[in-house]
């Protein structure tokens, strides 16, 4: 799941601190979720990407998410109010490269043309992605399609409808200015809708905070 969005600015102290101490152990407690990552924004918007990995992708339409998002704490019903522009997408994995995850990351969302998704599938998967993932200062890098649309929920209402995610690239590293060269060069904006994307978005992210469900485990 890969949400993206912004949050008012009198609200990050105390987002930060409900997202860290609540709302991460929380999801991570709910069977199936694996990892939680917040990232915060170098360059480019929105200023958060949050990321969550589970075992499947049916582990995002459980009955046991549901009734968590569907039952939201006081503290998170006090929160949502606050975020703006959100972006949640339920995504299945193309294709995953390299090894590890990176402090620094390179989002770039599209939505591939109709007669040009899988052209710009395999460039990606077979061409661009397999090049960049053994450059210096690079890691991994992973291919993100919106594969289930998510259902009203009580928090959703709280804060309002989120918008789809329908493509999304991440790629991870340990330099950020490699990062940056990336977005710049031919995965920039311009090369890739002549490749057959469009509304392309691309930041550059720094890891904020990160937990994964044995960590959450082990404290409870």
């Given at each position: 799941m890969l949400l993206s969005f912004d949050v008012a600015a009198e609200a990050i102290p105390?987002?930060?601190?409900?997202?860290?101490?609540?709302?991460l152990p929380e999801r991570l407690a709910i069977p199936g979720f694996l990892r939680g990552t917040r990232w915060v924004v170098r360059r480019g918007q929105p200023r958060y990407v949050v990321l969550y990995e589970v075992d499947r992708l049916a582990t995002l339409t459980s009955d046991a998410y549901l009734a968590r998002l569907n039952a939201p704490s006081p503290w998170t019903?006090?929160?949502?109010?606050?975020?703006?522009?959100m972006s949640r997408g339920f995504c299945s994995v193309t294709a995953s490269l390299?090894?590890?995850?990176?402090?620094?990351?390179?989002?770039?969302?599209?939505?591939?043309?109709?007669?040009?998704?899988?052209?710009?599938?395999?460039?990606?998967?077979d061409e661009t992605l397999p090049r960049h993932v053994s450059?210096?200062?690079?890691?991994?890098?992973?291919?993100?399609?919106?594969?289930?649309?998510?259902?009203?929920?009580?928090?959703?209402?709280i804060r309002g409808a989120d918008a789809g995610i329908d493509w999304a690239v991440l790629i991870t590293g340990y330099s950020e200015q490699a990062l940056?060269?990336?977005?710049?060069a031919d995965m920039d904006a311009a090369h890739l809708t002549r490749r057959g994307a469009t509304s392309v978005t691309s930041a550059v992210y720094a890891m904020?905070?990160?937990?994964t469900c044995a960590e959450r485990s082990m404290n409870g």
């Amino acid at each position: 799941m890969l949400l993206s969005f912004d949050v008012a600015a009198e609200a990050i102290p105390e987002h930060d601190d409900w997202h860290t101490h609540e709302h991460l152990p929380e999801r991570l407690a709910i069977p199936g979720f694996l990892r939680g990552t917040r990232w915060v924004v170098r360059r480019g918007q929105p200023r958060y990407v949050v990321l969550y990995e589970v075992d499947r992708l049916a582990t995002l339409t459980s009955d046991a998410y549901l009734a968590r998002l569907n039952a939201p704490s006081p503290w998170t019903s006090r929160m949502m109010p606050h975020y703006r522009g959100m972006s949640r997408g339920f995504c299945s994995v193309t294709a995953s490269l390299g090894f590890g995850m990176g402090a620094a990351a390179l989002l770039i969302r599209c939505k591939p043309d109709a007669n040009a998704a899988e052209p710009l599938r395999r460039w990606l998967v077979d061409e661009t992605l397999p090049r960049h993932v053994s450059s210096r200062g690079i890691g991994s890098a992973h291919l993100l399609e919106g594969a289930v649309a998510p259902t009203m929920t009580n928090e959703q209402r709280i804060r309002g409808a989120d918008a789809g995610i329908d493509w999304a690239v991440l790629i991870t590293g340990y330099s950020e200015q490699a990062l940056t060269r990336i977005a710049d060069a031919d995965m920039d904006a311009a090369h890739l809708t002549r490749r057959g994307a469009t509304s392309v978005t691309s930041a550059v992210y720094a890891m904020d905070y990160a937990l994964t469900c044995a960590e959450r485990s082990m404290n409870g």
